[in-house]
């Protein structure tokens, strides 16, 4: 029996390999705002070290007021971490619903292994117990109809 129940609950899909299609759009998303962050502060230190040497500073393109390169990194780490926690939220969705589908798989998995190895045999044994009784009470009253 608990080997019947090992294989039934080691058959069940657990949807382990499977990945949501938001999951690899966040990643590309992730990494495309860690390289945002990483240029802008690559080049504010390059800006800086130009100064250190008392060369000349290329003209540096504003956003406004803002200089490129802090837009990049403010706006790679700031949009990184919002982007974070969407993702955290869609993930704890996400998971809810496969861990609702893969308890119903195994709860499904676990009541055929009980009733095809326990309940069912129990089944036969018992309509065959109920033969049995009602097949000895046939030949009691048969006896005592001789007597």
Do not use: C, N
């Not at 008392?54 to 971490?81: D, F, K, Q, R, S």
């Not at 009733?115 to 000895?136: M, N």
Request: aromatic share 6%; charged share 20%; no cysteine.
């Amino acid at each position: 029996m608990v080997s019947a129940l090992d294989t039934a609950v080691a058959g069940v899909d657990y949807e382990r390999d499977r990945l949501p299609w938001w999951w690899r759009v966040m990643g590309v998303l992730q990494i495309l705002l860690v390289v945002a962050a990483v240029v802008g502060g690559v080049w504010l230190a390059g800006l800086q070290v130009l100064d250190y040497l008392m060369m000349p500073v290329p003209v540096t393109p504003m956003l406004g007021e803002v200089p490129w390169p802090t837009v990049l990194i403010a706006g790679g780490l700031g949009l990184g971490a919002l982007l974070a926690l969407l993702s955290m939220g869609a993930a704890r969705l996400g998971g809810s619903r496969r861990a609702g589908r893969v308890a119903h798989r195994l709860r499904e998995a676990v009541a055929r292994t009980i009733e095809r190895k326990l309940v069912g045999p129990l089944r036969t044994e018992l309509t065959d117990y109920q033969y049995f009784r009602e097949s000895l009470a046939t030949v009691l009253q048969s006896k005592r109809r001789l007597e």
